[in-house]
């Protein structure tokens, strides 16, 4: 998959159809999510999100509480899938441990339940999980597990109205993506139904990790910023703390997934984690 959202609509037969579209954009109450975020950056802050991998480690949790006690802003969990079309070698190396260890989405979210940190955690999955549990039940159990926001790749905006429809019923904010080659028409509509933050993809391609940062990532940001109030967030490609920094120039923050998680399959564990995320959080301060 060359960049998130940006596959052609699945069609009439998909979980909505053209005519349906994403449903009516209106002005809306930020979430936990959304409203911590915009917090933070009033206050003058930048935004630090890292993604772990849900059950990568009987330790996952603690990870999760450690990265937050170094300075996370909000925590991206995800939920494996045996395909997932967004991520690279690290992030599918992770899922496939974790799914051999018998990971599963209900299992994920009852670890979610019992664990208390500061800061909004948003999960993100594919859509096939969430079509096959059903959008009402999906979004009832990621709320009823303290989640507050919901990230799903592979759904277009044009098909996602059955799924934000539950969401916001069920107080689940749902994170669009937006991707390099989004024309402004559509980066609009993906503008207008974002909620919690707006996920800009830093470069075509899969997750992984980079050693420059790709002229894109500064491109979409800029976009993005220039079209919505909505915090803006750059991920994939974003790898360290000085690629960080750069991108905070333009945008509000950054996500990090697969650096972190390839430090977590090297056998870091949450206390090389915390460090991690306190090193970017120490870079974005000084954007």
Not at 163 to 188: H, I, N, Q, S, Y
Request: net charge negative; aromatic share 4%.
């Amino acid at each position: 998959m060359s960049s998130p959202d940006l596959a052609a609509p699945l069609g009439t037969t998909g979980p909505g159809s053209a005519a349906a579209g994403a449903g009516a954009v209106t002005p809306h109450e930020p979430g936990r999510l959304e409203a911590h975020l915009r917090e933070r950056r009033e206050a003058g802050f930048k935004l630090v999100v890292p993604y772990i991998t849900g059950g990568l480690g009987d330790d996952w949790i603690d990870t999760l509480r450690a990265v937050a006690a170094a300075g996370a802003d909000a925590i991206e969990v995800g939920i494996p899938f045996s395909d997932p079309v967004m991520d690279g070698p690290t992030i599918q190396e992770a899922s496939q441990r974790s799914l051999e260890s018998g990971t599963t989405p209900l299992s994920i979210l009852d670890s979610l339940r019992r664990v208390e940190v500061e800061v909004p955690i948003a999960v993100m999955t594919y859509y096939n999980i969430v079509a096959r549990a059903g959008h009402r039940r999906m979004a009832s159990e990621l709320a009823e597990a303290g989640v507050s926001g919901a990230i799903l790749p592979d759904l277009p905006v044009d098909e996602s109205a059955p799924w934000t429809a539950a969401a916001d019923e069920a107080g689940v904010e749902t994170v669009l993506l937006a991707a390099p080659t989004t024309p402004d028409e559509r980066l609009r509509l993906i503008c207008g139904r974002s909620r919690g933050f707006l996920y800009a993809v830093g470069l075509l391609g899969v997750t992984g990790e980079r050693s420059e940062l790709a002229d894109s990532a500064l491109t979409i940001a800029r976009r993005c910023k220039a079209a919505t109030d909505v915090p803006v967030l750059v991920g994939v490609g974003v790898s360290n703390a000085e690629q960080a920094r750069a991108v905070c120039q333009v945008a509000d923050g950054v996500v990090v997934g697969s650096a972190l998680v390839r430090r977590l399959l090297d056998g870091a564990g949450p206390e090389g984690a915390a460090a991690f995320v306190a090193e970017l959080r120490a870079g974005v301060d000084e954007a």
